[in-house]
């Protein structure tokens, strides 16, 4: 999907929860600047520049697309690297049974391991002031991650009607106690229909 239909696609969805009989606060987007360094994959020896990459070019269109709708609000956070390549899992499987042996691996079977920082965090303090602060009173997530756990108590404690949209991905079990509800908007096209909202 191009960037610009994916980039109005997920501003339709958000706009989808609001209706016609609600005010939209805002729409706050949480992700990371794509990595942008060089690093040798450890089997083939060979230069991956990651600001070349398709993931790269498609990160900052999205970011410089979103930027320019109204009512949405980007929160970056940055990502850690520590140079650790890592065996894919299914590949580790196949080492531990026999099946392959170290010499069998590609420059496909490995990938860097890098983490998100400050994300959690940033969506934890803003749904909590917004909640204090009483700028709103229903908030929708776009998530299925048990972290929020804490922070949708919180906003459900100060009477804000919290509503979980997963996307039609799995959703952690200890979600459906701290939230209001579930709903998916997914536009057709966008992804499968599943039975999960």
Known sequence: ????????TMYTMAHAHVGSSNYLYRIFYYDCYPLNKKFHNPISKKVIDFAKSGEYAFRMGLFDNLKRKRKVALRLGSLKDNGHWQIYPSKVKELLNGSIIIGDLT????????RQKSIDMKIGVDIASLSLKKLVDTIVLFSGDSDFVPAAKLA????IDFILDPMNANVDPQ???????????????????????
């Open 107 to 114: 420059e496909n079977d490995v990938f860097l391991n890098i």
């Open 1 to 8: 999907m191009p960037v610009d239909a994916f980039a109005n």
């Open 175 to 197: 979600l459906f106690e701290h939230i209001d509800g579930l709903k998916c908007v997914i536009p057709p096209g966008f992804s499968k229909k599943t039975d999960k909202c």
């Open 156 to 159: 459900r404690r100060e009477g």
